[in-house]
């Protein structure tokens, strides 16, 4: 159905951002280049998970959307599912990046809202 599709690219392109935002104001955990086992490492990671919880509970809405995604699966083909449902993602993301965080968005990315737009509604309303 057309209407889980929508639910999923909303809950995605909404979430996408904000993971964004709190992923970068997480605790980076450099890598080393031995396969031992560092102490200190393992609290880093720890405490990333932690002290950012902001990060965990969007990860955790981000993910109840694919229960949405699987729902559209089953009514509609792959084809045309992964085509609108990840189109419609970008739109929301691009979307919810220009209104909320006032990112400058060019004209060639709106006439590509357009598009994506347009494709959606035309993969949607073939019945197959």
Known sequence: MVVYMIITALIWGITNPFIKLSSSKALTIQEEKEETINPSR??????????NYAFIL???LNRSGAYFYFLALQSSPLSITSGVTNGLTLVITELVECFLFSKKT?????FGILCILYGSYLCSSVNV
């Open 42 to 51: 393992l609290s880093q990671a720890s405490n990333l998970f932690l002290k």
């Open 58 to 60: 969007l990860q955790l």
């Open 106 to 110: 060019s004209f060639i990315a709106f």
